[in-house]
């Protein structure tokens, strides 16, 4: 048998345990940059703490859509999705971990904004969403509008801020790390709602029959992987592996592979950029 041969037959495994696309797909992409080719690995920043783009499974191993998108990325650049060093990071941090150097990419359910466009660069956008809160079931809650003087959870760094500050300027913002954090702080009735992505909110409120939705939707946002500034070369790489990914149906099969089966469809047209709705900002 060849080396080539050889080659082929050892990532194969490695390919279809993760769904990946076999490295000989990534001819059709841009060249990598020669600063990334020259490390041999991709350092992709990630969430761990975020079900189901990205989390860590009973075993302590990374799992997610947007994790998976990550080794794509990584099979394309470098022939084998093992070819990366995933790191954790938040929303408070992500930004401060590219910028150091510690990454080379956001990939971490980044909301594109004007103010995160000043200091570092984006890719097109690959995923969008809306916000809600979730608050107990017994709560009184019926509008946004009522938070006024009120204590609402949101992440640290998280676009939900802006909005409540814009919007609701009278709510005590309680800002915290993870969501694991968030629910506990509103399961210890510590404040009143728990604000964040719906995705994100969505199962949390079907396994903690205390909460509810409050299911008003607001502050429709886009997602995208994040750059340094300048770096155009590999934001263009990252763009046409991302479309490459989705035109060739990956997404939808990681979406299948992280998401209960209920949820399927609503995630998948949350990938979808064409079926964003409009949503009152």
């Known amino acids: 048998m060849s080396m080539l041969m050889k080659s082929i037959a050892r990532m194969l495994p490695i390919a279809i345990a993760f769904g990946l696309a ?4 990534a001819q059709d992409l841009p060249p990598v940059p020669d600063a990334i080719k020259k490390q041999g690995v991709l350092k992709a920043g990630i969430k761990c703490d975020y079900p189901p783009d990205g989390y860590l499974d009973a075993q302590g191993k990374n799992k997610g ?15 084998s999705p093992d070819k990366i060093e995933l790191t954790c990071v938040t929303a408070a941090n992500r930004i401060p971990a590219l910028q150091a150097g510690k990454i080379d990419v956001i990939i971490a359910t980044l909301g594109v904004s004007a103010e995160r466009a000043q200091v570092i660069d ?4 690959y995923a ?25 959870i949101v992440m640290k760094g998280a676009w939900q ?25 509103l399961l210890q009735k510590r404040a009143d709602a728990f604000a ?17 939705l409050l299911g008003e939707i607001y502050q429709l946002g886009f997602r995208a992987a994040g750059f340094r500034k300048g770096e155009t070369a590999w ?16 997404v939808t099969k990681w979406i299948k592979a992280n998401v209960e089966t209920d949820q399927h469809e609503a995630v998948i047209n949350a990938w979808d950029i064409a079926k964003a709705p409009k949503v009152s900002n």
């Open 196 to 212: 964040h992505d719906v995705d994100v909110l969505r199962p949390i409120s079907k396994k903690n029959p205390q909460i509810k």
């Open 22 to 25: 076999l490295p000989a797909a």
């Open 161 to 185: 801020i802006g909005w409540f500050e814009k919007n609701v300027p009278t709510a005590n913002l309680l800002k915290l790390d993870g969501v694991s954090d968030g629910l506990t702080a």
């Open 128 to 152: 969008w969403g809306g916000s809600d809160i979730l608050i107990p079931k017994d709560s009184q809650l019926k509008s946004l509008k009522e938070l006024g003087g009120k204590t609402v």
């Open 65 to 79: 859509v947007e994790v998976d998108l990550a080794r794509q990325i990584a099979a394309y650049a470098f022939g």
């Open 122 to 125: 984006f890719s097109d956008n």
């Open 235 to 250: 934001v263009k790489y990252v763009n046409a592996a991302i479309a490459k990914a989705k035109k060739d149906g990956l």
